[in-house]
T-cell receptor, first 114, second 112 residues
Framework: AQSVTQPDIHITVSEGASLELRCNYS??????LFWYVQSPGQGLQLLLK??????LVQGIKGFEAEFKRSQSSFNLRKPSVHWSDAAEYFC????????????FGKGTRLSVIA | DSGVTQTPKHLITATGQRVTLRCSPR?????VYWYQQSLDQGLQFLIQ???????AKGNILERFSAQQFPDLHSELNLSSLELGDSALYFC???????????FGPGTRLTVL
Protein backbone atom coordinates (compact mmCIF):
# COMPACT_ATOMS: atom_id res chain seq x y z
CA ALA A 1 0.00 0.00 0.00
CA GLN A 2 1.09 3.52 -0.67
CA SER A 3 2.26 5.57 2.26
CA VAL A 4 3.94 8.87 2.92
CA THR A 5 6.05 9.75 5.93
CA GLN A 6 6.91 13.24 6.95
CA PRO A 7 9.26 12.68 9.88
CA ASP A 8 9.17 16.23 11.20
CA ILE A 9 5.93 17.32 12.85
CA HIS A 10 7.12 20.85 13.52
CA ILE A 11 10.12 22.83 12.30
CA THR A 12 11.17 26.32 13.30
CA VAL A 13 13.56 28.34 11.16
CA SER A 14 14.79 31.90 11.20
CA GLU A 15 13.71 34.25 8.48
CA GLY A 16 16.30 34.20 5.70
CA ALA A 17 17.59 30.77 6.62
CA SER A 18 17.38 27.80 4.30
CA LEU A 19 14.69 25.15 4.68
CA GLU A 20 14.40 21.48 3.94
CA LEU A 21 11.26 19.49 4.69
CA ARG A 22 11.57 15.74 4.46
CA CYS A 23 9.22 13.35 2.74
CA ASN A 24 9.62 9.61 2.28
CA TYR A 25 7.17 7.53 0.33
CA SER A 26 6.40 3.91 -0.17
CA UNK A 27 5.06 2.96 -3.54
CA UNK A 28 5.50 -0.05 -5.79
CA UNK A 29 5.63 1.68 -9.15
CA UNK A 30 6.62 5.06 -10.48
CA UNK A 31 4.99 7.55 -8.18
CA UNK A 32 3.46 10.90 -8.86
CA LEU A 33 4.64 13.17 -6.04
CA PHE A 34 3.24 16.44 -4.80
CA TRP A 35 3.86 19.10 -2.18
CA TYR A 36 0.95 21.16 -0.91
CA VAL A 37 0.91 24.10 1.48
CA GLN A 38 -1.91 25.04 3.82
CA SER A 39 -2.06 28.42 5.52
CA PRO A 40 -4.18 28.65 8.68
CA GLY A 41 -7.87 28.38 7.90
CA GLN A 42 -7.22 27.91 4.20
CA GLY A 43 -7.41 25.08 1.70
CA LEU A 44 -4.41 23.26 0.32
CA GLN A 45 -2.44 24.92 -2.46
CA LEU A 46 -0.22 22.96 -4.82
CA LEU A 47 3.42 24.01 -4.55
CA LEU A 48 4.95 21.61 -7.04
CA LYS A 49 4.68 18.17 -8.56
CA UNK A 50 6.86 15.45 -10.01
CA UNK A 51 5.67 13.07 -12.68
CA UNK A 52 8.80 12.17 -14.63
CA UNK A 53 11.92 13.65 -16.18
CA UNK A 54 14.21 16.02 -14.36
CA UNK A 55 14.36 14.97 -10.74
CA LEU A 56 14.72 18.54 -9.51
CA VAL A 57 11.41 20.33 -9.88
CA GLN A 58 10.69 23.99 -9.36
CA GLY A 59 7.50 25.22 -7.82
CA ILE A 60 5.78 28.39 -6.84
CA LYS A 61 6.97 30.80 -4.13
CA GLY A 62 10.61 29.86 -4.69
CA PHE A 63 10.28 26.24 -3.56
CA GLU A 64 11.96 23.28 -5.20
CA ALA A 65 11.95 19.55 -4.52
CA GLU A 66 14.25 16.73 -5.50
CA PHE A 67 13.07 13.22 -6.31
CA LYS A 68 15.52 10.55 -5.22
CA ARG A 69 14.30 7.12 -6.22
CA SER A 70 17.10 5.29 -4.41
CA GLN A 71 16.08 6.92 -1.14
CA SER A 72 12.32 6.99 -1.82
CA SER A 73 12.41 10.64 -0.93
CA PHE A 74 10.98 13.87 -2.25
CA ASN A 75 12.32 16.61 -0.01
CA LEU A 76 11.14 20.19 -0.28
CA ARG A 77 13.66 23.01 -0.13
CA LYS A 78 13.82 26.76 -0.14
CA PRO A 79 17.08 28.72 0.01
CA SER A 80 15.73 31.67 2.02
CA VAL A 81 12.57 31.48 4.07
CA HIS A 82 10.20 34.41 4.42
CA TRP A 83 7.86 34.96 7.36
CA SER A 84 4.91 34.37 5.02
CA ASP A 85 6.08 30.79 4.47
CA ALA A 86 4.83 29.84 7.92
CA ALA A 87 2.20 27.20 7.21
CA GLU A 88 1.54 23.45 7.15
CA TYR A 89 3.19 21.50 4.38
CA PHE A 90 1.89 18.20 3.05
CA CYS A 91 3.64 15.69 0.83
CA UNK A 92 1.44 13.36 -1.23
CA UNK A 93 1.88 10.41 -3.57
CA UNK A 94 -0.38 9.13 -6.33
CA UNK A 95 -0.22 6.86 -9.32
CA UNK A 96 -0.43 7.51 -13.03
CA UNK A 97 -3.70 5.64 -13.42
CA UNK A 98 -5.57 7.55 -10.77
CA UNK A 99 -7.23 4.35 -9.64
CA UNK A 100 -6.31 5.28 -6.10
CA UNK A 101 -6.57 8.77 -4.69
CA UNK A 102 -3.61 10.69 -3.37
CA UNK A 103 -2.12 9.56 -0.12
CA PHE A 104 -1.03 12.42 2.10
CA GLY A 105 1.56 12.57 4.82
CA LYS A 106 0.56 13.95 8.20
CA GLY A 107 2.14 17.28 7.46
CA THR A 108 4.97 19.41 8.79
CA ARG A 109 4.17 22.67 10.49
CA LEU A 110 6.69 25.39 9.69
CA SER A 111 7.20 28.30 12.05
CA VAL A 112 9.36 31.26 11.03
CA ILE A 113 11.01 33.46 13.61
CA ALA A 114 12.63 36.84 13.14
CA ASP B 1 -8.16 30.81 -6.09
CA SER B 2 -8.17 27.17 -7.13
CA GLY B 3 -11.47 27.33 -9.00
CA VAL B 4 -13.07 24.83 -6.62
CA THR B 5 -15.93 26.26 -4.60
CA GLN B 6 -17.46 24.93 -1.42
CA THR B 7 -20.53 25.99 0.47
CA PRO B 8 -21.18 26.80 3.18
CA LYS B 9 -17.95 28.15 4.62
CA HIS B 10 -19.03 27.52 8.18
CA LEU B 11 -21.71 25.28 9.62
CA ILE B 12 -22.74 24.99 13.25
CA THR B 13 -25.23 22.33 14.20
CA ALA B 14 -26.24 20.04 17.01
CA THR B 15 -25.58 16.37 17.66
CA GLY B 16 -27.98 14.05 15.88
CA GLN B 17 -28.59 16.47 13.05
CA ARG B 18 -27.97 16.05 9.32
CA VAL B 19 -26.09 18.45 7.06
CA THR B 20 -25.17 18.68 3.40
CA LEU B 21 -21.92 20.12 2.14
CA ARG B 22 -21.67 21.21 -1.46
CA CYS B 23 -18.73 21.31 -3.84
CA SER B 24 -18.37 22.63 -7.36
CA PRO B 25 -15.22 21.41 -9.11
CA ARG B 26 -13.07 23.40 -11.48
CA UNK B 27 -14.60 23.81 -14.89
CA UNK B 28 -14.03 20.61 -16.87
CA UNK B 29 -12.75 18.51 -13.97
CA UNK B 30 -14.44 15.13 -13.79
CA UNK B 31 -13.05 13.87 -10.49
CA VAL B 32 -14.17 15.07 -7.09
CA TYR B 33 -12.60 14.02 -3.81
CA TRP B 34 -13.78 14.62 -0.25
CA TYR B 35 -11.43 14.86 2.72
CA GLN B 36 -11.88 15.39 6.42
CA GLN B 37 -9.22 17.27 8.36
CA SER B 38 -9.17 17.22 12.13
CA LEU B 39 -6.45 17.98 14.65
CA ASP B 40 -6.10 14.41 15.85
CA GLN B 41 -6.61 12.50 12.56
CA GLY B 42 -4.95 14.83 10.08
CA LEU B 43 -6.10 14.82 6.45
CA GLN B 44 -8.27 11.77 5.82
CA PHE B 45 -9.56 10.76 2.42
CA LEU B 46 -13.27 10.00 2.48
CA ILE B 47 -14.52 9.28 -1.02
CA GLN B 48 -13.87 9.94 -4.71
CA UNK B 49 -16.26 10.34 -7.61
CA UNK B 50 -15.38 10.34 -11.27
CA UNK B 51 -17.93 11.57 -13.79
CA UNK B 52 -20.83 10.64 -11.55
CA UNK B 53 -19.59 7.24 -10.45
CA UNK B 54 -18.05 6.33 -7.12
CA UNK B 55 -14.39 5.59 -7.76
CA ALA B 56 -12.74 5.02 -4.43
CA LYS B 57 -13.73 4.91 -0.81
CA GLY B 58 -11.56 5.76 2.14
CA ASN B 59 -12.31 6.17 5.81
CA ILE B 60 -15.88 7.23 5.31
CA LEU B 61 -18.36 6.39 8.04
CA GLU B 62 -21.65 4.70 7.20
CA ARG B 63 -23.41 7.81 8.51
CA PHE B 64 -21.79 9.75 5.69
CA SER B 65 -22.70 9.55 2.03
CA ALA B 66 -21.88 11.48 -1.11
CA GLN B 67 -22.90 11.79 -4.70
CA GLN B 68 -21.85 13.55 -7.86
CA PHE B 69 -24.52 15.00 -10.06
CA PRO B 70 -24.68 15.23 -13.87
CA ASP B 71 -23.40 18.80 -13.76
CA LEU B 72 -20.41 17.36 -11.83
CA HIS B 73 -21.02 19.17 -8.58
CA SER B 74 -20.91 16.96 -5.53
CA GLU B 75 -22.60 16.83 -2.17
CA LEU B 76 -21.42 15.21 1.03
CA ASN B 77 -24.20 14.25 3.42
CA LEU B 78 -23.38 13.80 7.08
CA SER B 79 -26.11 12.40 9.32
CA SER B 80 -26.58 11.52 13.00
CA LEU B 81 -23.81 13.96 13.71
CA GLU B 82 -21.55 13.44 16.69
CA LEU B 83 -19.19 15.82 18.46
CA GLY B 84 -16.27 14.02 16.85
CA ASP B 85 -17.49 14.93 13.39
CA SER B 86 -16.42 18.51 13.98
CA ALA B 87 -13.71 19.13 11.42
CA LEU B 88 -12.75 20.90 8.23
CA TYR B 89 -14.19 19.17 5.17
CA PHE B 90 -12.37 19.73 1.93
CA CYS B 91 -13.38 19.02 -1.59
CA UNK B 92 -10.80 18.68 -4.34
CA UNK B 93 -11.07 18.15 -8.06
CA UNK B 94 -8.77 16.93 -10.80
CA UNK B 95 -8.99 16.92 -14.54
CA UNK B 96 -7.67 13.51 -15.27
CA UNK B 97 -7.14 10.55 -13.08
CA UNK B 98 -3.70 10.68 -11.53
CA UNK B 99 -3.23 14.42 -11.94
CA UNK B 100 -2.84 16.88 -9.14
CA UNK B 101 -5.84 17.79 -7.09
CA UNK B 102 -7.07 21.33 -6.63
CA PHE B 103 -8.58 22.02 -3.26
CA GLY B 104 -11.50 24.16 -2.28
CA PRO B 105 -11.39 26.49 0.74
CA GLY B 106 -13.21 23.96 2.92
CA THR B 107 -16.29 23.89 5.10
CA ARG B 108 -15.74 24.14 8.82
CA LEU B 109 -18.30 21.99 10.61
CA THR B 110 -18.88 22.47 14.31
CA VAL B 111 -21.15 20.01 16.09
CA LEU B 112 -22.35 21.18 19.49
Amino acid sequence: AQSVTQPDIHITVSEGASLELRCNYSYGATPYLFWYVQSPGQGLQLLLKYFSGDTLVQGIKGFEAEFKRSQSSFNLRKPSVHWSDAAEYFCAVGDWSGNTPLVFGKGTRLSVIA
Amino acid sequence: DSGVTQTPKHLITATGQRVTLRCSPRSGDLSVYWYQQSLDQGLQFLIQYYNGEERAKGNILERFSAQQFPDLHSELNLSSLELGDSALYFCASSGRLGNEQFFGPGTRLTVL
